[in-house]
């Protein structure tokens, strides 16, 4: 008997350690919730379009997205205040966590996607406020309390932060309500009040069901450092250089940012005024890449999104509006970056080979480092765009030259003939004058002589006759008075 006991004891020793390893091993998972909806009643607040709440559900944060890029990823969801530019109307982000059964929960676990300067931000005051509800219907209010980060905190970078909001109860729920403000935006603009809020995940349960995650991952904020990459070696490669220009890329996969230059690696819709510029790799030249198709409609709006290459891509670049001009409106998107890169984009034609410098061109990445935003005129973009010559080119180039520098021979041998010639005709004018000044002389020397001859124009013959008669007459009177004596 008593060895009976002793086995049914162990068996139960055993049970219980068993269920114990058991209950802490499941411990480690958070319940996941059913679904997440918005609750809003009147429509201030709305899902921005083509966004899914199931994403933030989903168990993934997405640590890993660039975010000053990626914002119009599938993961990220931004919800919208409507009413962003009514002056001091406070209206709230109400996202509700719906569990499929009754859920003990003592923590909230929000994942904030945030963009500053795309007004993409954080909480008012930094304060949520979380409410439980037995039925998933009516709500009863937990408290206020106050997060550890904000977007305010991160100005100008974009990124995911986790944000952990301990109860300091626990409540038994079917639902659970975060309830979140907009505050004032702090943007000279017409939307007064901040008009975005980004999530990636958003969950409740026990805090010993989150002790397994990292710690590390409080606040995911990319290295703010300098991006440096050099040229390829394009000379190894045959190519020369044709010219070297200040190039803007400030976006990655968003279409929607007037006045920017933006790289697409996926495809794209839209961009209808927008320079779009494919780029494709050239085969084992690494870091060079190819002109393949260009669609520019920023005249027209003619312009159409261009397939993107195998391992390459499109920049597409778009002048934007100012928006200020008529008339209180909320930004000027028009920008020097961005139209000295159409300027030189607009230089580039299919076939054209290029290669780029301070650009990630192995990973097609940005590295952002600027803390204004991308329309602002102190926006600093050091990518470069090299435009190459091959041999093909620099023949051309060369005849080119050729051609020129026999024109401007020509040209000078030309005007060379001219000046001569021009020359000549003032030699022979000179003579004339001198000629006719010496006729001139002469003919007026002649009308003095004549002039100064007593009866110009009498004959000479009458002149002698004359002349003798006179000789006569003084002979006879020279006799006639010698007789007389």
Known sequence: MKKSLGILLAICMVISIAASIFAVNTAAEVTPAASISLKCD????????????????????????????????????????????????????NLVINFAEVTAVDTVNITFYHYYNA?????????????YSDDGEGFSEIGEFELENTAADYAATAGIFDEYVYLNEIVNCKAIMVSMD???????????????????????GLKLDYEDEDEESDVSEEEVTEFIQAAPDYEGFGYSLKSSNNFFICHKNANTNEGSGTLFTEAYEGCAWWLNVAFAPVADQAGM?????????????????????????????????????????????????????????????????????????????????????????????????????????????????????????????KAAEESKAAAESEDDADESKVADESKAGTDSKAEESKADTPAAGFPVWAWIAIGVAVVVIVVVVIIVAKKKK
């Open 182 to 204: 907009f505050g004032p935006s702090g943007y000279a603009t017409s939307k007064v009040m901040l008009e975005w809020m980004g999530f990636t995940e958003l969950s409740a």
């Open 42 to 93: 009147d429509g201030s607040v709305k899902v921005r379009s083509g966004a899914n709440l199931d994403v933030l559900c989903d168990g993934n944060k997405h640590f890993e997205y660039d975010g000053v890029q990626d914002f119009n990823k599938t993961g990220i969801v931004l919800i919208q205040n409507v009413e962003c530019e009514t002056p001091d109307v406070i209206d709230t982000c």
């Open 289 to 413: 890449y190819k002109v393949v198709a260009i669609s520019d409609g920023t005249a027209d709006g003619s312009g159409t999104p261009l397939d993107i290459p195998e391992g390459g891509f499109v920049w597409a670049g778009n002048y934007g509006n100012d928006y200020t001009s008529a008339g209180g409106g909320d930004a000027n998107y028009t920008n020097a970056n961005v139209t000295n890169a159409i300027t030189v984009a607009k230089t580039l034609t299919e076939g054209r080979i290029v290669c780029f410098e301070n650009f990630d061109y192995q990973n097609l990445e940005l590295h952002d480092i600027n803390d204004v935003i991308w329309y602002s005129p102190n926006y600093v973009c050091k990518i470069k765009i090299d435009i190459m010559m091959n041999d093909a080119d620099k023949a051309a180039e060369e005849s080119k030259a050729a051609e020129e520098s026999k024109k401007a021979e020509e040209d000078a041998s």
């Open 119 to 131: 007004m993409i931000a954080s909480p008012m005051d930094k304060k949520v406020t979380i409410s």
